[in-house]
């Protein structure tokens, strides 16, 4: 069974860090892409950073370029988003997916690409 477990939320100030972990579990990490998403209190969930360790691949969001990382311990099954300097717009909740590349080399980046989801982990920055 595909399970992803967030963690790493919190409230912070602008201008401050916080770093997000998925566990995953029940999964070849390798086979598959992890992205990480969020949503924001009416609107519509959006990618914010995914990322293929077998492929060497990944996307980060405008909003979040130069900003947030991604990263992956393939040991623990862990993918890490790192985020510095947030701003109050960054407030959401932000939530790890997987997806089967299958012999892919195309790295999903919308939500509906992908077929596991997280619990989600609440991010709040005050201003």
């Known amino acids: 069974e595909v399970q992803l477990v967030e963690s790493g939320g919190g409230l912070v100030q602008a201008g401050g860090s916080l770093r997000l972990s998925c566990a995953a579990s029940g999964f070849t990490f390798d086979d598959y892409a992890i992205g990480w998403f969020r949503q924001a209190p009416g609107k519509e969930r959006e990618g914010v950073s995914c990322?293929?360790?077998?492929?060497?691949?990944?996307y980060y969001a405008d909003s979040v370029q130069g900003r947030f990382t991604i990263s992956s311990d393939n040991a623990k099954n862990t993918v890490y988003l790192q985020m510095n300097s947030l701003k109050p717009e960054d407030t959401a909740v932000y939530y790890c997916?997987?997806?089967?590349?299958?012999?892919?080399?195309?790295?999903?980046?919308?939500?509906?690409?992908?077929?596991?989801w997280g619990q989600g982990t609440q991010v709040t920055v005050s201003s």
């Open positions: 990322s293929s360790s077998s492929l060497g691949s990944t």
């Open positions: 997916a997987a997806d089967f590349l299958g012999g892919s080399y195309y790295v999903p980046t919308r939500p509906h690409e992908y077929d596991y």
